[in-house]
T-cell receptor
Framework: QKEVEQNSGPLSVPEGAIASLNCTYS??????FFWYRQYSGKSPELIMF????GDKEDGRFTAQLNKASQYVSLLIRDSQPSDSATYLC????????????FGKGTRLSVIA | GAGVSQSPSNKVTEKGKDVELRCDPI?????LYWYRQSLGQGLEFLIY????????KSGLPSDRFSAERTGGSVSTLTIQRTQQEDSAVYLC???????????FGSGTRLTVV
């Protein structure tokens, strides 16, 4: 059974702080890793993807991947109240279009 | 189209009735996925299509659920004899290649009363 685990939260951080969201996965064959943001009552929105070990930065967001530890994280710098949402980690194999496996998400609350 | 379109956005149905949910993917996206999300839960995979064929139906919860895709475009998810436990948001997503992630539609909220 392929699993993706996330702490459900809520993770509360003050405005301007760094929010750190973590994800572990069980399938060592996983090759692609995604972070989606889901606002309450809305559908998930892709914010970052990463394939190689190390860090990938996009604006205030940094994704970190460690395949040896089967660990993915998302850092949000200078957190804003508008970042308050549920963040879903998703993992896939690079074989065709096989479906991504999603974690249950971590709810982030940024306090003004 | 510009995005993934799902209809209806909301559906209330009586227990035992059949429902059809529709998904119109982004033009040119060959892969189409159906997931459902129950209140406070994660995304549960149902089925995916590559073109018009469904290589993986493993997530369909029972034989009351079926789906088809025609013309490599629009997909319909059908739930027969609906039960209260079918109440959820049904999300459709499409992608050109899965390694780039999916684009989700806005979902259909199904309520079985």
């Amino acid at each position: 059974q392929k699993e993706v685990e996330q702490n459900s939260g809520p993770l509360s951080v003050p405005e301007g702080a760094i929010a750190s969201l973590n994800c572990t996965y069980s399938d060592r064959g996983s090759q692609s890793f995604f972070w989606y943001r889901q606002y309450s009552g809305k559908s998930p929105e892709l914010i970052m993807f990463i394939y190689s070990n190390g860090d990938k930065e996009d604006g205030r967001f940094t994704a970190q991947l460690n395949k040896a530890s089967q660990y993915v994280s998302l850092l949000i710098r200078d957190s804003q109240p508008s970042d308050s949402a549920t963040y879903l980690c998703a993992v896939g194999r690079n074989s065709g279009n096989t479906p991504l496996v999603f974690g249950k998400g971590t709810r982030l609350s940024v306090i003004a | 189209g510009a995005g993934v379109s799902q209809s209806p956005s909301n559906k209330v149905t009586e227990k035992g009735k059949d429902v059809e949910l529709r998904c119109d993917p982004i033009s040119g996206h060959t892969a189409l996925y159906w997931y459902r999300q129950s209140l406070g839960q994660g995304l549960e995979f149902l089925i995916y299509f590559q073109g018009n064929s469904a290589p993986d139906k493993s997530g369909l919860p029972s034989d009351r659920f079926s789906a088809e895709r025609t013309g490599g475009s629009v997909s319909t998810l059908t739930i027969q004899r609906t039960q209260q436990e079918d109440s959820a948001v049904y999300l459709c997503a499409s992608s050109l290649e899965a390694i780039y992630g999916y684009t989700f539609g806005s979902g259909t909220r199904l309520t079985v009363v």
